[in-house]
C-alpha cells in the first residue's frame, strides 16, 4: 500500500526508499519476522506505559497526530512535569544497537524524528516542547535504558532542511541515488532491496532471542510475539 503523505518517521531514511514507499504501485510484504518484531514493538510499548502508570507515572496523548512541515507523526505520548511538558517515546532494538547509541548518541532516524516531534507537539500543545525522555527495551535482556534529550537547534534546523527536501523529491517524482553503500545494514535490510540493488543477496534474518527474566513486562511480550 502507497504511504499517503510523508511521515516525520521517514526523515531519516534513505531518500530512495522514501520515494519508493510513496511512488511505488508493486511495495513489497514485510517479511514475517519484522511484521512479528513491528508487534513486539507496540507491545513492548503499551506493556511499559502500563509499567509507568503503575508508579505513578501518567502518559498523555498517546498517538497523538503531530505535523512537521509537510509530515506528520503519531507520537508515543508525552509526560507532564513542572517545568513543562516533555515528549516520551519508547523504543525496543537489539542489545548491539543500544550499545552503539550509548556510544555514538542517537541514529539520524531517531534523532529526526524525536526533534520533528518535539516541534509537532509544540504546536498541538500552543507552549514549548524542548526535552524528550526515550526509553529503550533491549529485546535480547529486556532491560530498560533511558535518556533525556535536549532540543538541539543545529539537528532541528537538519530535520526541517531534510523535510522540505523529501518533499521536494515527492513533488517533482525524482528517484534519487541510494544514500547508502550496498554492503550497509540500512541496504540489506530494506524491504526494497531487491529493486533498488537487486545484486545483493536476500539477508537470514533470524529470531530475535529474547530473555523474559530481565523485565517483568517482557515475559507477556515474549509470549505474544512467540504465538505469532
Known sequence: MLQPALRVSELGQCARRVLYQH???????????AQRKMALGHLIETLRR???RKDGIRVFGPQLEVRFESAIGHIDGYLKTAEGPVLWEC???SSF???KWHKEGLPRPIAYQVHGYMEGLS?????PVERCQIEVVDRTSG?????LYGLDRAVLGAARERAEHLARLLEQGIIPEPEYEATSSECRYCPFRITCRPELEIPDVS????DATA???MSEAVNLYAAG
Do not use: Y
Request: hydrophobic letters at 35%.
Open 23 to 33: 511512488q511505488l504501485e508493486f511495495q513489497p510484504q514485510i517479511a514475517p519476522e
Open 50 to 52: 502500563r509499567e509507568l
Open 91 to 93: 523504543k525496543s532494538t
Open 97 to 99: 544497537s543500544i550499545a
Open 123 to 127: 504546536s498541538a500543545l500552543c507552549e
Open 143 to 147: 532491560e530498560v535504558h533511558s535518556w
Open 207 to 210: 529470531q530475535s532471542c529474547v
Open 215 to 217: 523485565w517483568p513486562g
